[in-house]
Structures are given as C-alpha cells and as structure tokens.
C-alpha cells in the first residue's frame, strides 16, 4: 500500500487528506504541529474580540476521523529529504511514497526583524490573543492616563498594510471603539480614537477593482479609519512609528503587510521566490521529484495567468483536493491532469453591514456585500458546532454592538516565577 | 461624597460594587489586575475543553458601565495602609473612606511549592487553558508512543482533591476519555484510560450528605474514574506521584486539594488564619477598623456556626451585597446589621446526567440534580450573551457527545526566540 505523508492541516492539507481518505489504496499520515485546524480567514474576529478561538478552530483529528486509512500526528516536522524520501520529524522519521507539503506562510518584516516585537502579524492563535490582548489594554490606559498626550498614544492605532487582513482588522478596530468600548468608559473620549492604516501602494485592497477599493476607503473612514496611501514605514519602535520621516506616536502598531512562505520549504533543495515559496510544476509538483508536491501558500503556481496564484483559502483548498486526485490517477496509471483555479471571486469586509464582492464582472459593496461574504464565510467554516455557534455571535454582536471576547489574557502562564520575570524583562 | 474602593472583581466585589452602584452618595473605584469577571464555578469546563474561556468571563467595565459613579481601574494592588487609608496600586495611590477588600483564593500546596510545576491547581482562565493542553497532550502522546508503558503513563490522569472541583474535573476527563476522544483515535485504546481521584479524608465531597457522596463516587466510577479514599500524595514530579509510598506513573497530575487566601491578606495586619483567611468581625470589617471590609474566598466568617463558612459564590455574593448595605446604613446613620448567610444548599456534577444536590432536609442526584445544577448555572452566569452560548454549546455537547474547544494553545506566545527558550528549559 502507497504510503503518503501530508505536512500541514490547514486548508490543503486537510482537504487532500479528505479526499485520499476515500481511496482505500493507500496509507495516508497527516503531520501537523498544532492539533487544530484553523480557519484562517476569520481569525481578525478573534484578534477583534468577536470570536473565541475555539470557534474558528477544529481538532484535525476529529475532522479526519471518520477515516480509517488516515492517521494524524502532532508532531513538528523538520527536513525532508527527497533522496530517502523521508520526512523527519520531532518524533521520528516516516517515510512515503508521495509527499504533500503543504506548510502554509507566516508575516514577514523585510529584513526588520526587531518589528516583530513591537508589531505582531496575524497568522496564529497565539497572535490573535496576543493582538486582542494589546487592543484591550490600549483602551484600559487611555482611560487610566493623567496627560492628554499619553492618551491620545494609547487610543492610537497603527495597522501596516492595506490589503483584506489589514482592512479587516483597521475595521473591527473602528467598530470596537465606536461602538463596543465606547459605553465602557467614564474617563476617556473614544472620538479621540485614531486607527490608522498604512498602505505603501497607491490604493488598498489593490487586487480589487478601483471603485470598489475606493467604497471600502470611504467604509473605513466613516469608522474612524484614516487610509494613508502611498506611505512607507521606515520604523517601528516601543513609541510607535516613522512613516516617511514623520512620528507617530502609537502604543498599539499591527503588521498585516508581508508574508513569507514556511521555512520547511528550503529543505526541498529546489527553486523558490524571493517571498520563499516553491516553485511548482503545472502538476504541483517540484522540479526532478514528480511524487513530491506542494500546495497553497507554500507554493508558487504561475502557470495559469503568469502570476503566482494569491494565498487564499480557495486556492489551498482546490490544490489539495487536486493533488489527492492525480495521486489516485498515478496509481491507476492514468496521465497526470494540470492544475487549473477556478476563481469565484474575492471579498473583503470592513465591518458590520459593510464589505466588497467581486465575482467574474459582477461588483458590489455595501450590506447585501457583508450579507455575502457572512453567508459564504458560515458555509465553509469548518463544522457543525462552529457554525452555529459564530452566527450565534454575529447575530449577538449585530443587534446589541457587544463583543463576547473581551479578554485579557496573559500572554504566559505565569505559573513559574522565573518564566514571568523573564517575560516582563522583554515585552 | 464618600469614597469607597473595591478590590477585586470577582464575586463579592462586583456584587458590592452593583450595590453601591445605586447609592448615588458614595463614589465606588473597583481595582482588579484582570479586566474580566470570572464565573469560577464553571472554569473546570473550560479545563475539560466543553467551553471557551469567554463563555463563562464578562469584562467588568461593561458588567458596571451601568453606575456612572462606579469607577474600573485594571491594575494590581500591592499593600493597604490602614492609618493612612490609602491602597498602593501599579498605578498609584487610592485614597478611601471605606474599603471593602475581595481578593480571592489561589492554589496551595502545604509548603510542597515544587507540585505547583507539575500537578497546575485551577484558580484562573491561563491555568485552565494549560489544564486543558496537558489533558488533550497525553491523549496525542499516548497515541504516538511505541512502549506499552508509556502508553499506559499517558492516560494515566491523577486529580488530587475530593472536593467538587477534583470530582468535576475527574469525571470530565473520564467523560472526554469514554464518549469524546474515543473516536478520533485509531491507535490507543480508550479503555486503558485510568482517572485516579486521590482524596486525604476518608469520604470525597465531605461537606455532603454520605449517602449523596456514595452516589457520587458510583457515578464517578461508571466514568473510569477510580476513587482512593484515605490515601495521601507524598511526592509529585515529572512521572507522577507517590501515594502513600507506591508510586504511580502519570503524564497528567492535577491539584484541587487546597487553596490559600490571596496575600494582601498579610498587609492588612489583622488576624488570619491557617489558610490566610482574615478573621473578620460579625459585621464583616475588621477589628479595630470598622471602615476595613474583607468579603467572599478572603474573609473568615465564624461567627454563624462555629466553623468558618465555605470559599463558594452564593457566600461571596451576599457578603458584597451585605457590605454595601452596612455603608449604606452607615451613611444614614443607622446601626450596621450583622451578616447572617442564607445557605441555599450545595451541589457537585459529575458529568453529563449526573449530579447531586442538597438543598436543606432535600437530598437527590441523577438526572434532575443535574438539570437542576444546569439551570442554576445557566440562570447565575453573567450576561445574556454568555447564558445563551453555554447553553447552545451544552446542549451541542449533550446531544452529539463532542466538546468544541479541543484546542492545543501554545503555553506563551512565541513570538519572541529568547522567550520560548527560556520556556522549553522549564516545562
């Protein structure tokens, strides 16, 4: 029986697993680090206090469970080594006859790594909390400060990069202290609150088209969002940044600007881009290893329109399913079939009744927009409970303008003592 | 207008601040180093991965954003100074006329500090997350381990503490063991999961009726919980624990044998008990400072039955409703009353189904205990919003047998490199 070891749960990887789970010719072992399988492009809920994370996150395990030939391994993935076709892990080696990988991306700070500290991406759970974390607090010392100028840093809010994540996120921030913060507070003013996102290209969102990127800059200003356009960052410090030499001083920055792919990919010993994604063959597989594959933001596809595919879900989602289904020619020996996305369209929402829908020459924003994207977005999330239980909270949070998740949360178990001075000495 | 400040935000302090909330001449400062009131007696289920985090937490600046002369400081109290009547905070001084102090309980180990690395107690929302990424961490070792004895460690799930938080905590983990994970697993066999509640006394849930407390150790054991009555733990490290000198290897040790009243007890300098619980006057203030309020999980109440009364909710409750009132009488210069606890009666649940009650001559368990604890917790826990979604996600869970918040969270953030060294050297 044909072994295939699939690195990665996320939108591909699940989604070749499900789809080799039918085909009883083969072994299949899905590695992941996390237990969970996330849905990704709700996550800006979490960091907004909208969504617990237990609401946009399935145990891997339990989705794949209703398949007997497929087995799950929480386990970190090192190297892989297509000469032994071998992956090794940090529970041991496997081996396969087909590999997926199908490692996903993380932020990326050009070269600025020391950012990170002071602006954190959004790609991880941890992260979300981390951001919620932030924001929460932001708002807890504006209202404890003595000196307007502390408070107008505390209530100002910094998101670098304008394309969907960055929008949502500039969004849910104008919403939370327009709307969910502001009955809270006896002290501080949340007019004063300035959330502003920084775009270095001449427009956001600008995989979409003009008028509708122009719809959603007028959706977000009307929440208290400034769309600074055509601005650079040239640095991120504990005070806040510097946006084409001038300061703006910031307690809380978010970076949603870059992404660089998962670092699993060096190890392929083949060609990848400057973003650090694999370069695939019209199969999704690498150069001189026909059995080994790669999928979704890991990947680099510019077969199809000369550019590489964008890193969304749909396009994860329809790799995986694909290369699970050239396997299962391979092993009926019938040819190979070339990859092909079938684009349905993009979305991005700004916020509660506001959002943008392009789909083939069909264009529209506003509430049958979000409507769209609200309905789209509980189809695909992942499983029965989840579903009901995030409509249960959007319909919550539509009708009182509260938002569930407000929560503090350290960022460590403060359990140990040493583990706590630590921290203290670098946040 | 006489100022009166409040610390913490738990059951006591938020009921005392609702109180005084509607006495419009007092002006009321609520300090609490967390920004969210936590529904304590349901944090076991968020241990069990039955509920998120802000299911059962409602941040304390909406719960009293109601009282315009109610005040929320987020920050940490470190002393009292009783002559000068000030609170010494993170953020400054506070001065007041009243002071109603109700901080809290945490996890004690009788002088064993180092259990606190291995066996985490349950006081608060990071020590149930990591409670609950032990719990789901064993489940994935043992599914990956080759030795049958280490298989055998990691279901291996030791609760130290026959109080109703150990009886809970057991019978969830038997519940998840038996009914939840039973299917996601193709390699381990559930039924070599062993949960050992290991109790001192000679009865678990001594403060019941024995014949009630029977029912409760059969219906644990229908769970595959063991109950070791009698039995005392001398040791805990990383393999587990030694009970009475036979050792029992176990990757998951759990601590609800014992709490300590929080520390700002010490600079109260007034009596305290074994357990650090301030002696208080039939009033509730301390002796020799009528002014000085302690309340709920901090205070010694000995003066209704002899014995000091119990560390639960309904008791914090009616002290912070009943200190407000006395300052209230004081203000109209009426006599203060003297606190008289009206005990409703006490239940433990043991899982799905099962639960005891007790509620004056009335005693029963089964199913209408447990609906009976269920209706009563919906119906206490804060906010409309959380009431509804632990009720979906009870009836979800009741009727498909899966528990939606499986999530593996990494312990801390792991954004900074230097910190998750620092982290893997200690766990």
New interface residues.
Partial sequence: MKQIVIVGGGFAGINAAKELGKNKDVSVTLIDR???HLFQPLLYQVAAAAL????I?A?I??ML?PF?NV?V???EVTAVNTSDKTVTTS?GDFSYDYLIMACGAQHAYFGNDTW??YA?GLKT???A??IRRRI??AF?KA??AADRQDVKKHLTFIVVGGGPTGVELAGAIGEMSRYTLA?????IDPKLTRIILIEAGSSILNSFDEALASRATRDLEKLGVQVWTSSHVSKIDDDGVEVDNERIQASTVLWAAGVYAAELGNTLDTEQDRRGRVIVEPDLSIKNHPNVFVAGDQANFSHQTGDPLPGVAPVALQQGRFIAQNIGRDLKNLPRKTFSYLDKGQMATIGRGRAIVETGKLKFGGFIAWLTWLVIHIYYLTGF??R??VM??WA?SYL?F?R?????????????P??SQ??QN?S
Same sequence: chains 1, 2.
């Fill in positions: 996390r237990n969970y617990s994370p237990a609401e996150a145990p395990r339990s469970a007997s087995r391994m929480h386990a529970i990170e500290n954190p759970i941890e992260q909390t981390e929460l607090t807890e209202e404890l009955k809270d507070f006896h002290t409970r989840n009901m239980a249960f909270n919550w009182t509260r569930g998740a407000r929560l503090i949360i350290d960022k460590s178990w403060r359990m140990y040493e583990e630590q921290e670098v």
